[in-house]
């Protein structure tokens, strides 16, 4: 009979709860990049517009290891990166002395813009550390990976004017693009945002068939979920 009677005093006192308590923090499913976008190892014969940019939406999955602040992810998505040429047109079904080739050549018509895009189905692999592993949507997060992509497709739009009347010209082909596309990537942030860079492994276009150019690009990430 006492003791029931110290038991609801106890309860009556507000003594704290001893009971776990349960988390289920964000595994951070959803990865959205934005970013500009640029080559590197550029040849004088190839004049890129300052403004190109970079977008990738992936899903992801998350397995932490064991109760640390790291976990490992990966997923898929896609990812499409453009660039636009300044006063040159790039030809993508040029036939020279070589063979096929694409080409840089000086823009004589007088394009209002010309844009090169090239598309991948990408797959991120990260190792990932957050400083709260309670909440992933707060706190400092910091990873490191590589994304490996297969490439879904290539070409060349481009707009200018014959006579007063918009032309548009598009040119799709991936005869001269590397199939596979390997980035390095890391990224560092807080919450559910964080800046991101990524260097590429391999050349835009395959050995031979143009310039041995490699894309790069810097930019915000949004997680969540």
């Given at each position: ?182 980035a390095a990537t890391a990224r ?38």
């Amino acid at each position: 009979m006492s003791s029931g009677i110290l038991q609801a005093q106890d309860a009556d006192k507000g003594l704290p709860n001893t009971a776990p308590i349960i988390s289920k923090p964000s595994r951070d499913f959803v990865m959205l990049q934005f970013g500009y976008n640029s080559w590197l190892n550029k040849p004088d014969s190839v004049h890129l517009k300052s403004f190109g940019y970079t977008f990738g939406g992936f899903l992801c999955y998350d397995f932490p290891i064991n109760t640390s602040h790291f976990s490992f992810a990966t997923g898929l998505g896609v990812k499409v990166n453009v660039v636009y040429l300044d006063q040159q047109l790039l030809l993508l079904s040029d036939t020279s002395a070589k063979g096929y080739q694409a080409r840089f050549v000086p823009d004589t018509v007088g394009y209002k813009r010309d844009k090169f895009v090239t598309t991948y189905l990408s797959a991120p692999f990260e190792l990932r550390y957050f400083s709260n592993n309670k909440n992933r949507n707060k706190g400092f997060k910091a990873a490191a990976g590589l994304q490996i992509g297969t490439l879904l497709g290539a070409g060349e739009k481009g707009v200018h004017s014959v006579g007063g009347t918009v032309v548009k010209n598009k040119i799709d082909t991936k005869r001269f693009i590397t199939s596979w596309d390997f980035a390095a990537t890391a990224r560092i942030g807080y919450g559910n945002m964080a800046l991101y860079g990524s260097y590429n492994l391999t050349p835009v276009f395959k050995s031979n068939y143009g310039p041995a150019v490699t894309p790069f690009s810097v930019g915000i990430t949004l997680t969540g979920l």
